[in-house]
């Protein structure tokens, strides 16, 4: 321990006398470990941590799946079988996401919440701050209809009131008694605001179909002692029971059990598992850049560290001082990384709150100390161990016999070159990865026009708008009253927007072919649309026509379908006038009109199913989502719209008010995120780059010093010294490029699942990327080749 102690005091004395290669050293490393802090602490809150629910192994995801389609929602009569013949949950919920209407402050304001089955809670294990749960009879039809507040509608709409219990709320025209206040920490479903149960909606007739898929998913609790396998097989056996019990919904479906937790981070964990690739990409170059200090350093302690030796200081303990430096190094920049990845966490999670999972759970804990910690130590070894093994062979009688002028020998200078080509290679790889993510994000068509186009969601109170014609009416007044607004060019209203995965789907049978094979019938996506929906989106109607007034609920069913439905069901024929069954016991219904196919569950998210347009009058939806073409800033209209709506209901409100070009960035948000984050850090790993050209070419033109000035003594131009040293750096980078892409065209296959209409060998991308690299590498060479031709030949030979 005392020679320890010795050898950290020593090691910090020597820093001391040397702070700029000290502070050079220690921010490269803050760079390489804060890059790599930040992605741990983002993984260890989202992937390792286990769910904030006690004894969550056990909690397990359920939806439904097709042959054509996972992750579909739950039909509620296959619930309720699912909840009386399974033997391995110990409790089973569903919940649905749900926005209502609730007047706060005098203001109608649009809360969403969610509606769940009792047993949900009692699978999770939480209870409420104040109050109590829902009982089984309240969740049934029929039953008293109760309402849970979240903790912050609590603080927020009712100033955290403790007699809030009992209190009557109006939600959406209908009184709710509140019987509890959930605990702070509860946020499932993310960012619901209340809870209502969900048997009060079973007697909706859509709910009692069970073909009908009305957004339900479900949690439950696996029995002590059952694995996800036994839970698995025996949702098959009650699926396939099902589907001979009910051939007609129920035909190929099947129950999808999952862990909780790998349900929620699926989608980004393949993102912050790249990520972690980058970072420590980004982590070797930072070594790299260090190690080539260090043997620029251990060329000037020769002499040092052979008087050490002569006085009786081991190899190994001349290894162990000069590795105590390192480590010392290692930490400083640890501790700045450390604080560094704080900050950049926190930029990360405020820049894009709601697409990282458990983003409230992000932050400082033992794991990420301990991830620091280990680094600190392992990078210290890593960039430290060459260099102190090369200065502690340094020949002691040779160095004592030297002139006191450090030297570097022919190893050392191989070695430093073989550490620039590794970093411009790593570079080049995580350049190669970032651009393929730009070119992939910027080159996919929505199909249709996204500038200019505002849309607002009203949803009506089934209590004030209890049937069809009602709501038919109401929208019908909206659009008209929307379409009048000065600066407005076109106006519709749908049941749900591109990019924004709707989640409608239903399956259809083609009239005049064949019938599907059990199990494989077709789905198609469904949108209910009014007549200037198209015109209002800039979706191209290729032929055909759109709704009129006359596609109502009573007349004969009409659709207009997307390019991609007419050409796999009718290729090489005229789709208008065919026919297509949605229901057995329902006429058929007519194609009218073909549109042009668009992005509809997300800009980067394609099933490939086909897409169909209803018309909204002949539908009985009680939200819509009212879109305006504009000719001037879309959200300068959001208050006219607030006024047309009050002005058909002064008690309705709107919500969700915002362009569609920020519904396309929403839907997006995660691959930028994920594009920024791999930008930021290919950008680090070039800087480093560029700095350990520099860094080698400037030692390599002090220590050519001499033969440069016998070269111009001996009449050597300018040209002639400056293409040595540009040569010299030129074949480093153009080595290290050749080696990157060879590796790029290895890694970047692991990158496909992000990249979408880019492949991961785009030529484009590996071409300019290159050039990029061997441009900056370039620059890098160029401060120590002007350095160069400012050596005075007399000089340079006297100093010799």
């Known amino acids: 321990m005392e020679t320890l102690i010795q050898d950290i005091r020593y090691a910090v004395r020597t820093l001391r006398k040397n702070p700029g290669f000290a502070l050079v050293a220690v921010l490269a490393l803050t760079l390489g470990i804060g890059a790599n802090t930040a992605i741990f602490t983002v993984l260890n809150a989202v992937l390792l941590k286990p769910l904030p629910y006690p004894d969550s192994g056990r909690l397990v995801f359920l939806s439904e799946r097709a042959p054509q389609l996972e992750g579909m929602s739950i039909s509620y009569p296959n619930f309720l079988d699912w909840r009386q013949q399974n033997n391995v949950f110990e409790h089973i919920g569903v919940y649905r996401r749900e926005a209502f209407t609730l007047s706060m402050h005098d203001q109608p304001e649009q809360i969403v919440g969610a509606m769940v089955w009792a047993d949900l809670f009692s699978a999770l294990k939480v209870k409420p701050a104040l109050g109590q749960l829902f009982s089984a009879e309240e969740d049934r039809p029929g039953g008293e209809p109760v309402v849970l507040l979240s903790y912050g509608l609590w603080l927020r709409g009712f100033g955290a009131d403790p007699g809030i219990v009992g209190l009557k709320l109006n939600l959406s025209g209908k009184p709710y008694t509140v019987i509890g206040v959930m605990d702070a920490d509860y946020a499932f479903p993310s960012r619901a605001e209340f809870w209502i149960p969900v048997g009060l909606r079973y007697s909706d007739p859509g709910w009692q179909s069970r073909g009908n898929h009305p957004g339900l998913y479900g949690i439950a609790r696996m029995r002590s002692g059952i694995t996800i396998e036994q839970a698995r097989a025996e949702m098959d056996t009650i699926a396939t029971r099902l589907e001979q019990q009910y051939p007609d919904s129920n035909s190929g479906a099947r129950v999808s059990v999952n862990t909780m937790l790998d349900t929620f981070v699926r989608d980004i964990r393949p993102v912050l598992l790249v990520l972690v690739g980058a970072v420590a990409f980004v982590l070797l170059i930072a070594c ?89 130590v392992l990078t210290g070894i890593v960039f430290g161990i060459v260099p102190a ?193 949605f229901d057995s016991d329902a006429p058929p219904t007519t194609v009218v009109g073909i549109a042009g196919r668009v992005r509809m569950e997300g800009l980067y998210n394609d099933s490939g199913r086909v897409q169909a347009y209803f ?51 929403e839907s997006v948000a995660p691959r930028r995120l994920n594009m920024l984050l791999f930008g930021v850090f290919a950008a680090a790993a070039l800087l480093l780059a560029v700095v350990g050209i520099y860094g080698v070419m400037s030692y390599s033109v002090a220590q050519r010093t001499h033969e440069i000035g016998i070269r111009m003594a001996l009449g050597a131009n300018h040209k002639d010294v400056l293409k040595l040293v540009l040569g010299q750096g030129i074949v480093l980078a153009l080595t290290g490029v050749a080696i990157g892409l060879v590796g790029a065209l290895i890694v970047t296959r692991w990158m496909q699942s992000l990249l979408f209409s880019v492949s991961a060998l785009d030529p484009i991308t590996f071409a300019a990327i290159s050039f990029i690299m061997i441009a900056a590498a370039l620059l890098a060479c160029f401060v120590p080749a002007r350095r160069a031709l400012k050596v005075d030949p007399l000089t340079a030979l006297r100093y010799e």
Do not use: C
Request: proline share 6%.
């Open 615 to 665: 018309p909204s009058t002949a539908t009985n939806w009680d939200n819509m989502t009212v879109v305006a073409k504009t000719s001037a800033n879309p959200t300068s209209l959001t208050g006219a719209i607030r006024q047309a709506v009050i002005s058909i209901d002064s008690d309705q409100p709107i919500y969700n008010a915002r362009t569609v070009e920020q519904i396309r960035d």
């Open 288 to 376: 790299a850049n260090v190690a080539n200090l260090l043997l620029s350093r251990a060329a000037v302690r020769r002499k040092e560290v052979a008087i050490r030796g002569a006085l009786g200081a081991s190899r190994l303990r001349l290894v162990r001082q000069l590795l105590t430096e390192s480590v010392l190094l290692a930490f400083a920049g640890s501790v700045l990384g450390l604080a560094l990845a704080l900050v950049g966490v926190k930029a990360i999670v405020a820049v894009s709150p709601n697409d990282i999972p458990r983003s409230r759970e992000i932050g400082l804990d033992w794991r990420v100390l301990g991830f620091t910690l280990g680094i600190a």
């Open 389 to 581: 093994l090369q200065a502690s062979r340094s020949a002691m009688s040779e160095t004592l016999k030297d002139g006191g002028r450090g030297s570097t020998g022919g190893l050392r200078q191989r070695l430093r070159r073989v550490l620039v080509v590794a970093e411009v290679a790593l570079s080049l790889i995580l350049l190669i990865g970032a651009g393929l993510m730009i070119r992939s994000f910027y080159r996919v068509d929505p199909g249709f026009d996204v500038s200019n186009l505002l849309s607002v969601e009203v949803k009506l109170p089934r209590a004030k708008y209890p049937d069809a014609p009602s709501r038919v009416a109401f929208y019908r007044q909206l659009v008209e009253r929307v379409a009048s607004l000065p600066g407005v060019q076109a106006s519709g209203i749908a049941t749900g927007l591109p990019l924004g995965n709707n989640g409608n789907q239903t399956s259809f049978r083609v009239v005049g072919q064949p019938e599907p094979a059990p199990g494989h019938v077709p789905l198609t996506e469904v949108v209910y649309v009014s007549s200037d929906y198209f015109k209002a989106m800039s979706i191209p109607l290729i032929e055909g026509r759109t709704f009129d007034d006359h596609d109502t609920k009573d007349a004969p069913p009409v659709m207009i379908i997307d390019d991609s439905f007419a050409k796999r069901y009718w290729p090489g024929e005229d789709a208008i006038g065919k026919q297509v069954k």
